[in-house]
């Protein structure tokens, strides 16, 4: 499979397994393991992609990075 | 150290804590209660001559010639059998002791050959020493009359001879085959005058027999009559050296014995923790490797993997791999260089790799071989205990009542550890087996496990829930520890989760192929069978749910009160030498040493502050992302010490794409394998013989390697060459010995912060954490309280793996590890281990094969939907019907062509124990194994340095 078929699965997988797990809030928790083990130009791939093949909290999760990228844009001026 | 051999006091020592005084040849001596009067005379430094006992086997009676006189007791008693007791008077030479032995040895010698001068064992034979000790002078029975001087030599072994002719007959080699190793292939056949040592049956020889080669034998003989071939070859040793082995993951120790500089023989040394003085077929006798002829010894470069390697010095060598990193850096960016740390590598080298990435590549795209095998272990306890390694020691089996073992194969892998494990299940422990292969633990010799459930590839999750199931819906939980130890509430919701019906072993059943009885029984006898171990490898972590599987078994434990003492625990059995060791030191692309993240700014500093440079906060690419970002073009140099990626990763067309794609690729290493078939820079390496250094093994036993021979590539140790690499890049590296790193790693790691090389060198290994909570080490983690505190339930619930079988791909194919090859074999198939294991064989069904009109031996097409491969069944009901087997030590299969990108969702370790395969008969190799071939042949032109002039 090519990288962000790679990834989306990586990020569903994440998310289907982590959606039993006790978490105060699961697109946050998957999102901060992405954030935790994906360098930054994988995390920008997976943003920049088709987000249909995402997995509702996998999308969440992906939102999230969304929303930290545009906070550190801003952060950075 | 000079050549001596290791002392042997007779008998084993006694563990009691109550001592004994008692009075040998006059002197006071004090020692623990069921010790032999034979040890401690030798403990208090006497010596009664003995030829059947030896110390690390039960006493055993039979030679007679340890004969000793006790004050009021009647007859010459054997001391070896022969328990001290408080206030016992013992002679151990008086005129009629004297007399005895030398009439015992007379009959020895009388049927021996008198060939001392020529025989291979001159010198270095106790019967020998024994006859100097009685005094023997002559045999007054001559030497006429019936003997067993004229028997055949039994040569089928590659590494030692058997010759009858010499044997005395003493057992030490049958009780040590039975004893320490627990094969129980040799015996004593034939009565009286007639009874010879037998391997097996009548038309057995050793090579065809049970024989598993661990060479215990071989060390147990007091003659000349199991000897080493490379002893009558070369000769006795000089000198002996303790070194650590670096095959699998126990880490035993060895006595490197030298003649000048030529390796004569691994001994396995007696005061080895992780050993305890035994070996196994590849650590005892598969060194051959060390000076084959297919060793690269120059460096090489080549602009193409089309051309021929020319090789160049190593001042050029080291300019020209600096000058292409640096281009490659200018022109895509820091983040397209990489590098790839070795668990075979030492320590100190595994450290100085991720530092020269992160200080010198300027990024943290340095990732482990350990990826693709215990990555998931890390996570897992980490997530669980607050800590990312096993939680015990080796000698913990001994007080295991019942053993756990899952996804892992003992007396395969690491056999050293499995024959402790056999002779724990020989003194009454239970055992379960979890594994979709009949192991040779479900039934060997004495040993039949109490349950094996055979697992469908891909399933563990569900098992290990389903027995959570039945130890909390059968009120087996130990609550008290649980609430003492544990988050209670996280306990209490998976408590919940793992009662639902959905998760007993009825309604799993179908998924997992186990039957429901069997798995609760099982459970209970895990929960209720005493301290309950478990013991775990590559099945439970190579998997899509690998982490989940390892945070199943760390719940299991919790939940039934199995952990923070001896004999319970959770234990990975490491497949490598330094697996442990390679995590440890900071070889995932996200931590430094001591598993602290790269984002973490006070750590950073702490790194930033020693080496002086500034470090990137931001995880780097994992291996196989490194592959996925060559294709992409984003990645474009490599520098992969110890590791052949290209046999060892899946997916190998993914791999090689990868490769194809780069700019450079550095192999660092000792022969021309299969990933530098597509390297355009060869630097060569150095064999654990030739270098200082540490290894950590799978209990956290960080040991010294000491150099015992000079590195064959010109004198540099595998670190000394990363070190000219980060100098050529600038980099101000001026260590001169591995021990100034270890230093380095001490100070910036604090789980090492109290080892040193003057530590280990006065006290052997030492088990991290050693701090100033643990000066001494920590044999056994989480005594008291877990390492992040309490212990943290993590609900796993079962998610199928996305690799399903069907139709077109209807068999399961697991891989795994054969006793006598290792790994990808570069270095085992360079040895005479090739007599055992010389191809890769697919182990199938019976019923699998009659569909397929596939009989044993023939050649079948082993195709998934990511590639394809040729090999030869192997026609067994050891796997169950549905489910082929192979492993991957040999290039020609190349069976990672079929596994898949599939892999662990939170580390992203392949999952090599699940690939939908088609098996077929064949009528030759696939197209790609005959490019291969090609590539192989290609890459192994080498124009010389003298050609080249």
Redesign the interface.
């Known amino acids: 499979?090519d990288?962000v078929s790679?990834l989306i699965?990586?990020a569903n997988?994440?998310a289907?397994?982590m959606?039993?797990?006790?978490f105060d809030d699961h697109p946050t928790a998957v999102a901060a393991?992405i954030k935790?083990?994906?360098?930054?130009?994988?995390i920008a791939k997976i943003r920049a992609a088709d987000r249909s093949p995402l997995s509702p909290i996998a999308l969440k999760a992906v939102e999230i990075l969304d929303q930290a990228a545009a906070e550190r844009a801003v952060q950075a001026g | 150290m000079g050549y001596e051999p290791q002392a042997d006091f007779g008998t084993p020592q006694s563990k009691s804590d109550k001592s004994v005084t008692l009075t040998i040849d006059g002197h006071a001596v004090t020692v623990p209660e069921g010790t032999s009067v034979m040890r401690a005379a030798a403990e208090a430094g006497g010596s009664i001559p003995k030829l059947c006992a030896t110390d690390n086997m039960k006493e055993f009676g039979s030679c007679r010639l340890c004969l000793v006189e006790i004050e009021g007791a009647r007859g010459t008693p054997a001391s070896c059998t022969t328990p001290v007791a408080e206030g016992m008077v013992v002679r151990t030479q008086t005129p009629r002791l004297e007399k005895l032995r030398k009439g015992v040895m007379e009959l020895y010698i009388s049927d021996h050959p008198l060939d001392c001068l020529t025989c291979s064992a001159n010198n270095d034979c106790e019967l020998q020493d024994q006859a100097a000790a009685v005094g023997l002078r002559d045999v007054r029975y001559g030497y006429t009359g019936e003997n067993h001087l004229g028997q055949a030599i039994d040569a089928s072994n590659p590494y030692f001879d058997f010759n009858s002719s010499k044997c005395i007959v003493c057992s030490r080699c049958v009780r040590a085959c039975d004893e320490v190793q627990g094969t129980f292939a040799l015996t004593i056949d034939g009565r009286g005058f007639d009874s010879h040592v037998s391997a097996g049956t009548t038309i057995d020889n050793f090579l065809s027999s049970e024989c598993v080669s661990c060479g215990a034998c071989v060390q147990a003989c007091p003659t000349d009559a199991l000897q080493e071939k490379s002893i009558k070859e070369i000769g006795l040793p000089e000198r002996a050296i303790v070194t650590t082995c670096a095959y699998c993951g126990v880490g035993c120790a060895f006595r490197a014995e030298m003649r000048g500089d030529t390796l004569v023989r691994m001994v396995p040394w007696k005061d080895g923790k992780a050993n305890h003085g035994h070996s196994c077929v590849k650590g005892r006798f598969a060194w051959g490797y060390a000076n084959h002829k297919d060793r690269i010894t120059k460096p090489m470069i080549r602009k193409s993997i089309d051309d021929p390697w020319q090789e160049v010095t190593w001042d050029e060598a080291i300019a020209y791999t600096a000058s292409e990193l640096k281009r490659i850096s200018a022109k895509y960016g820091v983040?397209a260089l990489g590098a790839t740390t070795s668990s075979r590598c030492t320590n100190e080298e595994t450290f100085l790799m991720q530092k020269l990435v992160r200080a010198g590549f300027h990024n943290n795209n340095v990732d482990t071989c350990a990826r693709v095998c215990h990555s998931p272990t890390g996570y897992g306890l980490g997530q669980t205990f607050g800590g990312s390694a096993g939680t015990q020691d080796f000698d913990s089996i001994e007080d295991c009542d019942v053993i756990l073992v899952i996804g892992a194969n003992p007396t395969d892998a690491h056999p050293v550890f499995g024959s402790r494990m056999k002779a724990r299940l020989r003194k009454g422990a239970k055992l379960i087996v979890v594994d979709p292969r009949r192991i040779d633990l479900v039934l060997s010799p004495h040993i039949k496990a109490d349950y094996h459930l055979p697992v469908q590839p891909g399933t563990n999750v569900a098992v290990l829930t389903a027995m959570a199931h039945v130890i909390v819906t059968e009120g087996l939980a130990d609550e008290d520890f649980v609430r003492e130890r544990c988050e209670w509430d996280?306990y209490q919701?998976?408590a919940q989760?793992v009662s639902g019906e959905r998760h007993s072993p009825e309604f799993l059943e179908a998924v997992t192929r186990v039957p429901a009885a069997d798995l609760r029984a099982a459970a209970r006898l895990f929960a209720t069978g005493g301290n309950g171990g478990i013991y775990y490898g590559l099945g439970i972590t190579e998997h899509?749910?690998g982490?989940?599987a390892v945070m199943a078994l760390a719940n299991l434990s919790m939940a039934t009160g199995n952990i923070g003492r001896s004999g319970v625990g959770v234990n990975p059995l490491r497949g490598q030498n330094n697996v442990q060791g390679s995590c440890d030191m900071g070889s995932f692309?996200?931590e430094f040493s001591d598993y602290r993240?790269v984002?973490d700014d006070k750590v950073r500093k702490q790194f930033e502050d020693d080496w002086g440079v500034t470090l990137d906060p931001?995880?780097?690419?994992?291996i196989n992302?490194m592959m996925?970002?060559a294709?992409?073009g984003?990645f474009r140099a490599i520098y992969i010490q110890g590791e052949d990626i290209l046999q060892s990763d899946p997916n190998a067309k993914h791999v090689e794409a990868g490769l194809k794609n780069m700019e450079c690729v550095i192999m660092q290493d000792l022969f021309l394998n299969e990933t530098a078939n597509y390297a355009h820079i060869f630097l060569p390496g150095s064999t654990f013989l030739e270098k200082n250094g540490t290894f950590t093994n799978a209990e956290r036993r960080v040991q010294p390697v000491r150099r015992v021979m000079e590195p064959a590539n010109g004198g540099y140790e595998d670190w000394e060459v990363t070190q000219l690499v980060a100098r050529a890049l600038g980099l101000d590296w001026n260590y001169t010995h591995a021990s100034e790193i270890l230093a380095e790693i001490s100070r910036l790691t604090p789980t090492f912060a109290g080892i040193s090389w003057e530590r280990l060198d006065k006290e052997g290994s030492l088990q991290w954490p050693v701090n100033d909570a643990a000066p001494n080490g920590s044999p056994i983690m989480h005594v008291g309280q877990f390492s992040r505190g309490k212990g943290r339930f993590?609900?796993?619930?079962y998610?199928p793996s996305?690799e399903r079988s069907g139709p077109r791909y209807p068999l399961l194919l697991t891989t795994g590890r054969i006793l006598s090859q290792y790994n990808v074999g570069a270095q085992t198939r360079r040895t005479a281990n090739m007599a055992w294991h010389d191809e890769d064989l697919l182990e199938i069904h019976p019923s699998d094969a009659e569909n397929r009109g596939i009989k044993h031996g023939d050649w079948v097409r082993l195709a998934s939907r990511t590639g394809e491969t040729t090999l030869r069944a192997d026609v067994t009901d050891r796997v169950a019907p549905g489910v082929v087997y192979t492993t991957f030590h040999h290039p020609e299969a190349l069976s990672n062509v079929v596994t898949t990108?599939y892999?662990d969702?939170?580390?992203?370790c392949p999952e090599y124990k699940v690939t939908a395969v088609q098996v077929a008969l064949s009528n030759g190799r696939t197209q790609w194994q005959e490019e291969q071939i090609e590539r192989r042949e290609r890459s192994r032109r080498i124009i010389t340095a003298e050609a080249a002039e």
């Open positions: 499979m990288t790679g699965h990586m997988q994440i289907k397994n959606a039993t797990m006790r393991h935790r083990y994906w360098t930054g130009s994988m | 983040r996280g919701d998976w989760f899509s749910q982490s989940s692309p996200h993240h984002s931001e995880p780097g690419l994992r992302n996925d970002a294709i992409d984003e993590m609900v796993t619930d998610v996305d990108d892999s969702w939170a580390t992203n």
